[in-house]
């Protein structure tokens, strides 16, 4: 089955410095969708990319979705230490409208 | 800004007893889901429900899962027979349209099976 796999699993920085997570699918998605979960909350929409090789911003947060529509990617400029939190892609497969699968997630940890 | 509700939000039961959680989604919705997340790991589908019928189902959604929407505003995940490993966070989701909309989650019911 599809199979949505997201890299790295912590990730430790200094307030200030950038951070990325990476998302990869085994199949085709139809679009992507990214969530935001704080410590002890639940996940909290962010974003959603459709468009082959569409890039969309929020403040400091730029998300990409792939050429091929298998990955994506979340990177935050000069992080604070509110963007601490888990923060996992959800994958749709692209030959149906199936559930979402959500990646693993990064936990990002931000030290003042 | 429009919520989903989520009762209890801490249920302790013991091992073999039935279980009911609820959830209200945001009622011009038509789409819910009951995710779990087991302490610590990710997000994990369980079953999509629209008019009135399961959409979809994940292999953990096995027989002893059920959900309902007994009314025009609940929406319940029942555990007829609870074991160890169904402890867990059960986070229950509402989207307009099924596709192409984002999920609006609520705050979760923590399951502890004793």
């Known amino acids: 089955g599809q199979q949505v796999m997201q890299i790295p699993q912590y990730q430790h920085v200094q307030e200030g410095e950038d951070f990325t997570t990476y998302c990869n699918s085994s199949t085709t998605l139809s679009n992507i969708q990214w969530y935001k979960q704080r410590p002890g909350g639940h996940p909290v929409f962010l974003i959603q990319l459709v468009k082959s090789g569409e890039v969309k911003k929020q403040k400091r947060l730029t998300f990409q979705f792939g050429e091929a529509k298998k990955n994506s990617s979340l990177h935050i400029t000069a992080t604070q230490t509110t963007d601490v939190g888990t923060y996992f892609c959800?994958?749709?497969?692209?030959?149906?409208?199936?559930?979402?699968?959500f990646g693993k997630g990064t936990k990002l940890s931000v030290k003042p | 800004e429009p919520e989903v509700t989520q009762t209890p939000s801490h249920q302790v039961t013991q091992m073999g007893q039935e279980v009911i959680l609820r959830c209200v989604p945001i009622s011009n919705h038509l789409y819910f889901y009951w995710y779990r997340q087991i302490l610590g790991q990710k997000v994990e589908f369980l079953v999509s429900?629209?008019?009135?019928?399961?959409?979809?189902k994940s292999e953990i959604f096995d027989d002893q899962f059920s959900v309902e929407r007994p009314d025009g505003s609940n929406f319940t995940l029942k555990i007829r027979s609870t074991k160890l490993e169904d402890s867990a966070m059960y986070f229950c989701a509402s989207s307009e349209v099924y596709s192409n909309q984002p999920q609006h989650f609520g705050d979760g019911t923590r399951l502890s099976i004793l």
């Open positions: 959800a994958g749709r497969d692209g030959g149906s409208q199936g559930n979402l699968i």
């Open positions: 429900f629209y008019n009135n019928e399961i959409s979809e």
